[in-house]
């Protein structure tokens, strides 16, 4: 199994700063024949469903914020956050879907400082 | 505008079957994407349970494949979750979704409001 591990577990930041959540997997999530990397970025609110942020490492959902950027190739990912909001507060997943089981990463749980 | 809701028994006694349904609206479930389940105990991190495509292919995590089947009933579009032999280390908020065809289940983007199953005697 593909085994996602996001850094940090906890992260407060500023209102109007950047934050930073980064996702690393245990094997490659770039798929050679389309050369796209096979991950996924949710964000979960307390007592709400997770809501799709980021596909295939950096297109952004409808309807998402521009702050809402993702990065990253391989097996190194990044979520960036520019200009944070109250609203951003929530708990931020990665997830692979390169292979089965679709494994999600532990969760960044973001504030505000 | 695709809409998902689970329903189900809310508390289930261990060694029991747990049996869960997703009403999908708004779309044919036999149309295309693909369909999954995925689970949270309080306080935890997301598992991911399994996912029917609409070719009829079913993918399940390994560490749940012995005890768990995803079905479709196509005539009434509801999704099915069977898990057998739950314990209480299977008491969590079970979510359904739609997940994009990618050739291989992908990304949810879709989700129901979950609901909260407890296993205990």
């Known amino acids: 199994d593909i085994v996602m591990t996001q850094s940090p577990d906890s992260l407060a930041a500023s209102l109007g700063e950047r934050a930073t959540i980064n996702c690393k997997s245990s094997q490659s999530l770039l798929y050679g024949s389309n050369r796209r990397n096979y991950i996924a970025w949710y964000q979960q609110k307390p007592r709400q469903p997770p809501r799709l942020l980021i596909y295939?490492?950096?297109t952004r959902e409808s309807g998402v914020p521009e702050r809402f950027s993702g990065s990253g190739s391989g097996t190194d990912f990044t979520l960036t956050i520019t200009s944070l909001q109250a609203e951003d507060v929530a708990t931020y997943y990665c997830?692979?879907?390169?292979?089965?089981?679709?494994?999600f990463g532990q969760g960044t749980k973001l504030e505000i400082k | 505008q695709v809409q998902l809701k689970e329903s189900g028994p809310g508390l289930v006694k261990p060694s029991e079957t747990l049996s869960l349904t997703c009403n999908v609206s708004?779309?044919?479930?036999?149309?295309?994407?693909?369909w999954g389940w995925v689970r949270q105990p309080p306080g935890r991190g997301l598992e991911y349970i399994g996912s029917l495509y609409f070719t009829g292919n079913t993918y399940y995590n390994s560490s749940l494949k012995s005890r768990v089947t995803i079905s479709v009933d196509s005539s009434k579009n509801l999704l099915s979750l069977s898990l057998r032999s739950v314990a209480a280390s299977d008491s969590a908020m079970y979510y359904c979704g739609r997940q994009q065809a990618v050739g291989v289940p992908g990304p949810f983007d879709q989700w129901g409001p979950g609901t909260l199953v407890t296993v205990s005697s």
């Open positions: 295939w490492a950096s």
């Open positions: 708004g779309y044919s479930i036999n149309n295309g994407y693909c």
């Open positions: 997830q692979q879907y390169l292979d089965t089981p679709n494994n």
